[in-house]
């Protein structure tokens, strides 16, 4: 039923399961890692639901006009993109609301315009449906604000969401969802996608770097990727103490001088290199940055297991601070000396 999708049959065929039958939540939280086609699952569904797909898929986030402009409203002020909160509809009955602004998060304003669309009737069939990505990006006040549709939605509106985990969200609101989980793709459903895909380049190392996310393999940048994590690398080293501080100065300079990189993407790379440092320490292969294994094999031997450990505690602590608006290169400094303190 769903044309073109990779991987996690048991989330399609819940999904296709509902169309069939017809008897279908109103309010779906779609609960995965990044890239794992979430947000195209729901699109698929409201193209089998209310028609037009092609329509439908004007709306994917990944595309480079709405990337662009979710970039370009970053530059206005905060009044400004409260009085016009962002919304895509390409198609009258399919709405998407999408995170944004410096911190990429879901605004009050966005959840309000959201209710007052939601007492709209369909122009054509008797559904209409809302996608809020990245739910777990609205804060308390936008999430509560949101409680008031979830409560009583109106019988024509079924309301999908997504999450990279639940268990970030509001109980009130996990309360009130119906869960389909999403996992990442093996290794035979990422082969099988990016054959698929005869255009894109690289394809063994984006298979490397997606790790079964087939959003991530087509839309990585990998010449952003690699300028990420030789900082990102340069961190560890010196925080693992193996150079001096001045090894990381140039890139905690540059980072601090950037208006446009975000803290949060270098601490997704941070989280990838901990993750193959960890297994690396263990005698195993890195499971992503399989090019420079050596240099995670030289970094394994001046650190231990709580060192990794308290790594990871650390880049989940600044990881909660981002919606804080913390400065950048600072917060970076700080992960450096903690871990510098341990013995």
């Known amino acids: 039923m769903f044309k073109n999708f990779y991987g996690n049959p048991e989330a399609v065929a819940v999904l296709e399961g509902m169309l069939e039958s017809r008897k279908i939540p109103q309010t779906i939280l779609l609960d995965g890692p990044v890239g794992v086609g979430k947000s195209t699952l729901v699109r698929r569904f409201a193209a089998e639901l209310l028609g037009s797909p092609e329509k439908i ?14 970039t370009e409203r970053e530059k206005w002020t905060s009044e400004k993109r409260n009085e016009e909160p962002l919304f ?15 911190l990429r998060q879901l605004s009050i304003p966005q959840m309000r ?23 777990d990006r609205a804060n308390e006040q936008a999430a509560n604000s949101l409680l008031k549709t979830l409560e009583e939605p109106p019988d024509h509106l079924l309301i999908f969401m997504t999450t990279e985990n639940s268990y970030d969200l509001l109980v009130t609101i996990r309360s009130r969802s119906v869960p389909v ?3 990442p793709l093996s290794a035979e459903e990422m082969q099988s996608f990016l054959l698929s895909r005869p255009e894109i380049s690289q394809k063994e190392r984006r298979l490397a770097l997606a790790a079964g996310s087939p959003g991530i393999a087509t839309s990585i940048d990998l010449e952003q990727y690699d300028r990420r994590r030789n900082a990102m690398l340069a961190l560890l080293k010196v925080a693992a103490r193996t150079v001096p501080f001045s090894g990381w100065v140039k890139y905690s300079e540059s980072l601090g001088a950037s208006k446009t990189e975000k803290l949060d993407e270098y601490l997704v790379v941070l989280a990838q290199l901990l993750e193959d440092l960890l297994l690396v320490s263990n005698g195993l292969p890195a499971k992503r940055n399989t090019d420079i294994q050596a240099d995670l094999a030289v ?27 913390i400065q950048k290169s600072l917060a970076l400094d700080a992960f450096i000396l903690k871990l510098q303190e341990l013995p």
């Open 57 to 70: 898929e004007k709306d994917d986030l990944s595309l480079e006009e709405n990337r662009d402009l979710i």
């Open 181 to 183: 989980r999403l996992s």
């Open 113 to 135: 315009m959201l209710r007052e669309q939601a007492q709209y009737k369909p122009l054509k069939g008797d559904r209409r449906i809302f996608l809020i990505d990245r739910i």
């Open 88 to 102: 895509f509809s390409s198609h009258p009955d399919f709405l998407t609301f999408a995170p944004e602004g410096p």
């Open 299 to 325: 970094l394994s031997r001046h650190i231990s297991f709580d060192w990794i450990q308290e790594a990871f505690r650390q880049a989940n602590e600044l990881a909660r601070l981002v919606r804080r608006n």
